[in-house]
């Protein structure tokens, strides 16, 4: 396994990290609506409360990993997608002010603002973040120079608006099984409700983006056929899917949780393992792509960098584990909360 | 407006507009630590109540710190791609190590610290709070080895040529400790807990004056004045050997920083002035030989000066010229208000001492204005560069983007910063007035509906 490998392994450890953790609070923001009443919504921002702006560090840090690693890729994605970024940052800044300013005024005004915005903003950055994963899986156009040569406009074709509806869809299920584990009493069984629309929302997406996958971009399930083996990867998920709802009908919470997570790990996988080796698909002229070879850092950063990634993310990892484990159980109001 | 006006107003927009924030958190962070340290050890109930309300201060200004701050992370790409293309391998490195070292321990600890009251031992949450600010003195050494590499390069070699060159990491340590990035990061730093001091000088006064929570206010303002002492101290070092180091690796910031024209001559110090760079003169107050005794040891050596340097080599003069002034002379404000401060908290007349107390209220604002105007004499004394000597900002553009879309980005980027700043300083306003008694806050914010 050379180091442009174990990278592109890394960033994506680091993004999926980021989909599975900011995945279930972008999903809480998307059905914030649906609760009524200020107790209601303040649980609903509670239970993410601690835990949501260490979630996006793992945006951040799999951003920063993309530049340090393959800057080729993070400078023509960023620039490429430049109005698409710009909204994307709009709409986490909104949802970071929402959660921190809703509770601290009283005025209703003030509260039903913030939540809408919370809301909206949930919705719109799940969205995007789909959007560009089905650029990428799509092809964008490149020229020789490496620069995008589209318009923000070309990015929004059908495939890429199916994977941000899906990625939204993803979020609401994983966030909606997130609340049911931190909620008790009568809202609980509200929300068990919730997450079986979700689900089925989530399903029909599912199955339409896979079809469109098949027929559209045959290319991302090329490796399953090199490596026949690796079709089980997809059963596995299938059944994970499948299991969330028996979870969720047997009171059994956390295990549809851990379900749901399982299904978002193997999205990143089949996803990775569809672009790869490309990072940036080159269409319509493919010599053109970015690969985890010609975009990459030199030999001695990639090491540099490994060293420091061996000896921080073992630490994030114990102590954000620990920090998961004291806010475990249902959320409560008190003093501290928003 | 072109391309490069727009996406340096964007970058100057941006990055100033966030570093309202960080160094707010850098600086109450140390005080959290010392005031929840004091509690520790004493295990006074008043302490308790300081470290709440001013953790309750670092959570509001440390979420806007964050949603700021994601913009930063991704505008090197978005506006400045080439220039990502070229630093990547360096620059990359040291923003990525920022991540893993800095934000996940900061966000992580500051859950403990802002929620975290009832859920662990109260060793716990001194550890978390001590965490929480060690993260954010973190975030600092990473950024600013980054932005120092800038100024003075170091560690690295030129691969490749024209439209495909960039510069590859040949020694990380070099990198790191490049010729300014430790004393600008001490010096940023100090300026930080300058500006957090001052903070709870001023909401500390603010009590004061209105004759309430005395008791609070008078043990935060000692606390303040301690660091705002060693703060103020600090910088006036710091800055010194700051400024050495610019003498030595960049002239032609210096002699923008000093407003020296003439060309070997020797060379004096203005205390303020006006340039004129049409004529090429300064109108102002100047010490001289000053400066060449500074740099050189010997107030008659001659230094080379703006006109030693062709037009396309220099940054605009007057503007950095005034910011270094404008913050050298709110440093020395600022050392003398917390001298005075600290002479008349020896005599035990400070708290009665109203007219210093309404100083203070609004002295909040000179540290930041400090550190806006010494980023501003560091980043715009760099240019026409974007890395010192190599590459050029003109250079450093995205191809892919084009004045319109930054247009665009810029027009939205200054309505919502605008809409922040009034919200964040009008619910600062709404908890400074309500006071430290969290009940009473309570109280207030959720009544039933």
Redesign the interface.
């Known amino acids: 396994m050379d180091l442009n490998l174990i990278w592109f392994i890394l960033v994506g450890a680091l993004l999926t990290g980021y989909a599975l953790l900011d995945g279930f609070d972008l999903g809480v923001g998307a059905l914030h609506l649906f609760a009524k009443?200020?107790?209601e919504r303040?649980l609903m921002i509670n239970s993410i409360?601690?835990?949501w702006?260490?979630n996006?560090?793992w945006?951040?840090?799999g951003?920063?990993?993309l530049?340090?690693?393959f800057?080729?890729v993070?400078?023509?994605?960023?620039?490429?997608f430049?109005?698409a970024?710009?909204l994307l940052?709009?709409s986490?800044?909104f949802r970071?002010?929402a959660?921190?300013?809703r509770?601290?005024?009283?005025f209703?005004w003030w509260r039903k603002t913030w939540d809408i915005s919370f809301c909206v903003a949930s919705i719109l950055c799940a969205f995007l973040l789909g959007v560009v994963v089905g650029n990428l899986i799509w092809g964008i156009p490149l020229g020789a120079?490496?620069?995008?040569?589209g318009s923000?406009w070309g990015l929004l074709h059908p495939y890429a608006l199916m994977t941000g509806i899906t990625v939204v869809a993803v979020c609401m299920m994983h966030g909606s099984i997130y609340l049911a584990m931190k909620t008790e009493g009568s809202f609980h069984n509200k929300i068990r409700s919730w997450v079986k629309n979700c689900i089925i929302f989530f399903v029909i997406c599912y199955v339409t983006l896979t079809m469109a996958t098949m027929l559209y971009v045959p290319h991302m399930v090329d490796r399953l056929k090199d490596f026949p083996v690796l079709f089980l990867v997809p059963m596995v998920q299938l059944f994970a899917i499948a299991n969330v709802p028996r979870c969720i009908a047997k009171g059994w919470d956390f295990f549809a949780f851990f379900s749901s997570s399982g299904a978002i790990v193997i999205f990143m996988f089949l996803f990775g393992l569809g672009i790869f080796p490309n990072m940036v698909l080159s269409n319509p002229s493919p010599q053109y792509s970015l690969t985890i070879y010609n975009a990459s850092?030199?030999v001695?950063?990639l090491e540099?960098?490994l060293v420091?990634?061996m000896i921080?993310?073992p630490i994030?990892l114990a102590?954000?584990i620990s920090?998961y484990w004291?806010?475990r159980g249902k959320v409560k109001l008190?003093?501290?909360?928003y | 407006m072109d391309l490069l006006i727009l996406s340096r107003l964007q970058f100057a927009l941006t990055i100033m507009f966030h570093y309202i924030y960080p160094p707010m958190s850098i600086g109450l962070g140390l005080i959290i630590v010392i005031m929840e340290s004091m509690y520790m050890v004493t295990k006074k109930p008043l302490y308790h109540k300081m470290t709440k309300f001013w953790v309750k201060m670092f959570g509001l200004n440390f979420a806007i710190g964050v949603a700021t701050g994601i913009v930063m992370e991704f505008e090197f790409g978005t506006n400045w791609s080439t220039y990502s293309r070229y630093v990547g391998d360096v620059f990359g490195s040291a923003l990525a190590a920022e991540g893993i070292f800095a934000f996940f321990l900061e966000s992580g600890f500051l859950a403990i610290l802002l929620f975290g009251w009832d859920k662990v031992s109260a060793r716990v949450h001194w550890v978390s709070a001590l965490l929480v600010c060690l993260g954010a003195h973190f975030s600092a050494i990473w950024i600013i080895v980054a932005g120092s590499w800038m100024q003075t390069p170091a560690g690295f070699h030129i691969v490749g040529h024209g439209m495909t060159a960039r510069a590859e990491i040949t020694d990380f340590w070099a990198m790191v400790f490049n010729p300014s990035s430790m004393e600008r990061l001490a010096h940023v730093i100090v300026a930080a807990w300058l500006t957090g001091a001052f903070f709870v000088l001023s909401v500390s006064a603010y009590y004061l004056l209105n004759k309430r929570h005395i008791e609070f206010a008078k043990i935060s303002m000692r606390v303040a004045l301690i660091v705002a002492l060693v703060a103020a101290i600090g910088q006036m070092i710091t800055g010194r050997i700051g400024a050495e180091t610019v003498a030595k690796y960049q002239p032609t910031k210096l002699v923008a920083m000093e407003g020296h024209y003439p060309a070997n001559e020797p060379a004096g110090m203005y205390l303020f002035g006006y340039v004129n760079e049409k004529e090429q003169k300064v109108y102002g107050l100047k010490i001289p030989g000053l400066l060449s005794f500074l740099a050189q040891g010997d107030a008659n050596a001659p230094m080379a000066g703006i006109k030693s340097f062709k037009k396309e080599e220099l940054p605009p003069i007057n503007i950095v010229f005034q910011s270094y002034h404008f913050m050298i002379t709110i440093g020395v404000l600022l050392f003398i208000l917390t001298i005075t401060c600290l002479v008349y908290l020896w005599r035990g007349k400070l708290f009665k001492a109203t007219w210093l107390l309404k100083i203070l209220v609004p002295s909040v604002i000179l540290p930041q204005i400090a550190n806006q105007l010494g980023w501003m004499t560091a980043e715009i004394g760099r240019q026409p560069w974007i890395v010192y000597g190599l590459l050029r900002t003109s250079e450093g553009l995205s191809k892919a983007v084009k004045a319109n879309m930054v247009l665009t980005s810029l027009i939205m980027f200054t309505f919502i910063y605008l809409l922040l700043f009034v919200l964040y300083i009008y619910l600062f306003d709404t908890k400074i007035k309500l006071g430290p008694d969290e009940m009473d806050q309570d109280k207030q914010m959720h009544r039933a509906d």
């Open positions: 009443g200020d107790n303040r409360g601690p835990v702006d260490g996006e560090v945006l951040v840090t951003g920063g990993a530049f340090a690693a800057p080729d993070y400078a023509t994605l960023a620039s490429g430049y109005l970024v710009f940052i709009f986490l800044i970071a002010v959660i921190e300013f509770s601290k005024q009283p209703a120079d490496k620069e995008y040569q923000f850092s030199s001695k950063t540099t960098m420091i990634a921080g993310m994030v102590y954000t920090i004291i806010f008190n003093e501290h909360s």
